[in-house]
């Protein structure tokens, strides 16, 4: 019997195996459909009003659910689904026959209405902020078109532009911090606003504090521009009062939801007894219906026992044709594998026979083309083969594919001795290439010129930047323990290039036996910035150690000296944030110029104290003296002062999140009662830590401690 033949024998009595069965099986099932109909009727008709209100608070339930998860600042969620709950719980009411539930549903209803109203008083808040946070962008953008206006007249007159662009600068740095201020607003999201508001360290009041306190420069420029100045510090104190508001109102939502959640208790609590009544009242029938389809399982069984000899004749049919066709598939399954196979074994009749030489056959081709293979990748690429016929596409390609490889690698094995012999000027013949193989000998010759290029500017310079480095840090003073009698002292700087723009130093003060602290951070970064900051070191030095003045009058000096070097000599616009730190004694110190906030840890309250400082930027005006002023403040014993420029507080980890000052505080309190020199290591590991090593800026960090047994 041919293979088609038992084929068909195999299918056909499956088929009436299967036809019995099916037949079998949909008069089982229209006997238990006639029993369902006629005993569960009646029992469905009681439980149906129950099972609908059941299922119909379920659905209000879940649709409260995404409400009260969608609703901040989506007005429309509140106003629209709000309105679809509160009439699918006024359906309830009317359709439910259940008093217990229908009271409960009712007080439910009542508390959502308030829930929902609370939700419309938090997203108007929003709306507010949302307007006060266009309102800047609008001022800020003014500020930008009078800038450009007053850069634009100052060229039409042919007078200084520095000052305008320095503006510019400022306005875009005005800008990017609101923008900073905005995202955080998303990134804390409406459960932070749950809480209480903390009175100190809030990361958006924060923020908005350091803003105001950046935007009090522009009250220094021209009359034009420090109008815009003042309104621009409005918007910012209109937005410390909204942060609050936020609060108060997301606090009484909570309190609400905290009241929903009881009352939803009680109704699903009531629920489920009523599911439990129900499926009191259906568990007899069950039990019914039960030992129906037990003696419904019993029937099925006994046609299938009858239908098993047709099952039976169906396998012995299949077992005739099984080995020819395991044979025939474990062939192409290792062929397909890439494991060549030898001859089939054995002799089979009919078709069979036909269909095992046609696949010996393509294992032999598949094995001449692999041994092909083989040699072309040990490297023999001078070797040909006979096409096997005209349409031998396969071994034409292969023959074709071999010359090409073979010329390529003459070409190329030329071009890589001469340049192990130090020829940078050899260059391969691409123009005999065609496609992908030019463009391998095109790309070869473009990393040899390359290199050629390269290897002389590098080493120059290298040697250029190494010496700069070796400059910088030489004039930068070592740590020591012993620099004033009060105070230990550490230090460290990571450039985010070779030469760094941050600047610190110390300088005895020859006059009055205190100290002169000061920290810095010339704008941009590379080379020209760790010039102006070695100028601003040697300033500050010649200035503190001989004159006798005032943190006020040091700044404003040397403001003076910086800006005639760097903007009149040099010819650079780079800004310099600088405060400079005077030490009177007995823990007290004085303070003057504008750089990040300071950090005074409190040995007694375990807790740092935000110190801000006064007055504005080095190199935007020739004279600055009027808008500095001095402050002060005290270190008990045991207590640390921390200085830092933005590269430590602006360091983004791998999902580019900001450490933050509010993250940096929390790294300086958990190592804060270290030796000072331990604690500068800490802190830089960790701040290491969190971006992974990669530095965008320049990291600095000043470790003041006054020590806590003080010399006589």
């Known amino acids: 019997m041919s293979v088609t033949k038992r084929l068909l024998t195999i299918n056909a009595l499956i088929c009436v195996a299967f036809l019995t069965i ?82 409960l549903a009712a007080d439910f209803e009542q508390r959502i209405e308030a829930v929902l109203a609370r939700c419309e008083q938090v997203n108007a808040i929003r709306r507010e902020i949302r307007a006060l946070e266009k309102k800047f962008e609008t001022r800020a953008e003014s500020l930008d078109n009078a800038v450009a206006q007053g850069l634009v007249q100052a060229i039409v007159e042919g007078s200084d532009t520095s000052d305008m662009e320095q503006l510019s600068s400022l306005v875009g740095g005005y800008r990017e911090s609101f923008v900073r201020i905005e995202l955080r607003f998303e990134r804390l999201g409406p459960e932070f606003f749950k809480r209480p508001v903390k009175e100190n360290g809030h990361p958006l009041l924060a923020l908005l504090q350091d803003l105001h306190l950046r935007l009090r420069t522009l009250t220094a420029s021209a009359p034009k521009i420090a109008g815009h100045g003042q309104e621009l510090m409005g918007l910012v104190r209109e ?28 109704l699903l609590s009531a629920m489920e007894e009523s599911d439990r009544q129900v499926a009191g009242k259906t568990e007899e029938t069950t039990r019914a219906l039960t030992t129906l389809i037990e003696r419904t399982l019993g029937f099925n069984l006994l046609i ?163 010496l700069a480095r070796r400059i910088q840090t030489s004039l930068l003073p070592e740590t020591s323990k012993d620099v004033h009698p009060d105070l230990a002292i550490a230090a460290a700087m990571l450039p985010a290039k070779q030469v760094g723009g941050d600047f610190y130093d ?13 920290i810095g951070d010339v704008s941009g970064h590379g080379l020209t910035s760790g010039l102006i900051m070695m100028m601003a070191q040697t300033i500050h030095s010649t200035v503190t150690s001989n004159l006798d003045c005032d943190a006020a009058a040091a700044v404003a000096k040397i403001n003076a000296v910086l800006y005639l070097n760097v903007r009149q000599r040099l010819g650079e616009t780079q800004f310099m944030t600088f405060t400079a ?19 005074a840890f409190r040995k007694k309250t375990g807790a740092c104290e935000a110190i801000a400082t006064q007055g504005t930027y080095l190199n935007f005006k020739p004279d600055i003296s009027k808008t500095l002023k001095n402050g002060e403040f005290v270190l008990g014993p045991g207590d640390v002062l921390v200085l830092y420029t933005d590269g430590v507080t602006e360091a983004r980890n791998e999902q580019d999140e900001m450490l933050d000052l509010d993250g940096f505080v929390s790294i300086v309190e958990r190592h804060a009662l270290m030796d000072p020199e331990e604690m500068k290591g800490s802190i830089m590991a960790d701040v290491g830590a969190w971006c992974g090593g990669r530095r965008d800026d320049d990291m600095t960090l000043v470790i003041v401690k006054r020590k806590e047994v003080q010399n006589a």
């Open 22 to 103: 099916l037949a079998a099986v949909y008069f089982s099932f229209r006997n238990v459909e006639d029993a369902l109909s006629g005993t569960f009727a009646a029992e469905t008709r009681r439980v149906a009003d129950n099972s609908a209100m059941t299922r119909n608070l379920s659905r209000v339930l879940s649709d409260l659910e995404l409400v009260l998860r969608t609703f901040y600042e989506r007005n429309d969620i509140v106003e629209k689904d709000g309105a679809r709950l509160l009439s699918s719980m006024e359906e309830i009411l009317r359709n439910s026959r259940n008093r217990q539930l229908r009271d």
């Open 239 to 266: 937005y410390e009062k909204m942060v609050p508001a936020l609060h108060a109102a997301s606090a009484n939502l909570e309190a609400g939801l905290e009241k929903l959640a009881v009352e939803r208790e009680a």
């Open 304 to 466: 299938c026992l009858l239908a098993l000899p047709l099952v039976v004749s169906g396998s012995v049919a299949a077992f005739s044709i099984k080995r020819p066709v395991q044979k025939v598939v474990e062939s192409v399954k290792r062929l397909a594998r890439g494991d060549l196979p030898g001859p089939i074994e054995g002799k089979y009749p009919g078709e069979f026979a036909g269909l095992c030489a046609d696949i010996d056959q393509l294992v032999e081709t598949t094995r001449r083309v692999t041994r092909i293979a083989e040699e072309v990748a040990a490297g023999h690429v001078r070797q040909t083969v006979v096409e096997r016929s005209e349409n031998d596409r396969l071994i034409r390609a292969l023959n074709t594919m071999i010359r090409s490889l073979g010329k390529l690698q003459r070409e190329t094995d030329g071009m890589i001795r001469a340049v192990n012999q130090g020829r940078l000027d050899i260059r391969g013949k691409a123009k005999t290439f065609r496609g992908g193989w030019r463009d391998l000998v095109l790309g070869i010759n473009q990393l040899i010129a390359g290199l050629s290029s390269s290897v002389f500017r590098t080493a120059s310079l290298e040697r250029e930047m190494a």
């Open 506 to 518: 110390w300088v005895p003060d020859r006059s009055s036996g205190g100290l002169w602290i000061s």
């Open 581 to 599: 730190l005077k030490y009177l004694g007995v823990g007290k110190f004085q303070f003057a110029g504008a750089h990040l906030t300071m950090l």
